[in-house]
């Protein structure tokens, strides 16, 4: 019931900004549609951070959800004085854009350290030892998946990266779960064949 007044307030709000008149200040309703949204946008931080990116969560960095929003909510905050989300789908879809842009800008960040020093989630470098790196295979994999056309790439981030069951995406996206598990195995499909030689575990779903 909350999800479904979530995408009701939200949609509200993206109607406001899109006939907002021109001179009048879009920040307030931009605060305001975040505001709504903050709690999902905290699960999908969460979610995202604890199951692709869990080595952010250990030191040197020790990053949290609630730091990782805030970051992201930063982005959104200047992303949308540019470009103006129309529909509840488009949002979270610009969101978890910058999720991952976060996350990624993280990890590339923290691997041109040296192991002796710590970076933390403000850019500021302390003494602290880590043996911590992303491989060139996880880096490899990253950019693949950002390499996905539109609708793969997001699909494959809220089923496989975010969790999600293929009904919620559906839920979410605005389309038949039939849709989502078409979407998926194109993804999965399209991974297999870029990464062959890492023999990656993900296969195609059993398109129906």
């Known amino acids: 019931?909350?999800?479904?007044?979530?995408?009701?307030d939200v949609?509200?709000?993206l109607g406001e900004l899109?006939?907002?008149?021109?001179?009048?200040?879009?920040?307030?309703?931009?605060?305001?549609?975040?505001?709504?949204s903050v709690g999902r946008l905290h699960l999908l931080c969460e979610t995202l951070l604890v199951r692709s990116y869990p080595r952010l969560m250990q030191p040197p960095l020790n990053?949290?959800?609630?730091?990782?929003?805030?970051?992201?909510?930063?982005?959104?905050?200047?992303?949308?004085?540019e470009v103006r989300p129309k529909t509840v789908r488009q949002f979270f879809g610009l969101a978890n854009q910058h999720m991952r842009w976060e996350l990624n800008d993280l990890a590339r960040r923290l691997d041109k350290y040296p192991a002796d020093r710590e970076l933390d989630a403000s850019g500021?470098?302390?003494?602290?030892?880590?043996?911590?790196?992303?491989?060139?295979?996880?880096?490899?994999?990253?950019?693949?998946?950002?390499?996905?056309?539109?609708d793969e790439r997001e699909v494959f981030g809220l089923v496989r990266i975010q969790g999600m069951t293929q009904t919620e995406a559906a839920d979410l996206l605005d389309v038949s779960p039939k849709t989502i598990?078409?979407?998926?195995?194109?993804?999965?499909?399209?991974?297999?064949?870029?990464?062959?030689?890492?023999?990656?575990?993900?296969?195609?779903?059993?398109?129906?």
């Open 1 to 8: 019931m909350e999800n479904d007044e979530t995408t009701l």
């Open 11 to 13: 949609q509200r709000y």
């Open 18 to 36: 899109a006939n907002l008149d021109g001179n009048a200040p879009a920040e307030p309703i931009i605060r305001a549609l975040i505001a709504r």
């Open 63 to 81: 990053l949290q959800s609630e730091e990782m929003l805030s970051a992201v909510v930063d982005r959104l905050m200047k992303a949308m004085r």
């Open 124 to 150: 500021i470098v302390s003494p602290e030892p880590s043996g911590s790196q992303l491989s060139q295979n996880a880096m490899r994999m990253l950019s693949a998946i950002d390499g996905l056309p539109e």
């Open 181 to 208: 598990q078409r979407r998926l195995n194109r993804g999965v499909i399209m991974l297999a064949a870029t990464l062959d030689d890492l023999n990656p575990d993900a296969r195609p779903v059993r398109d129906v």
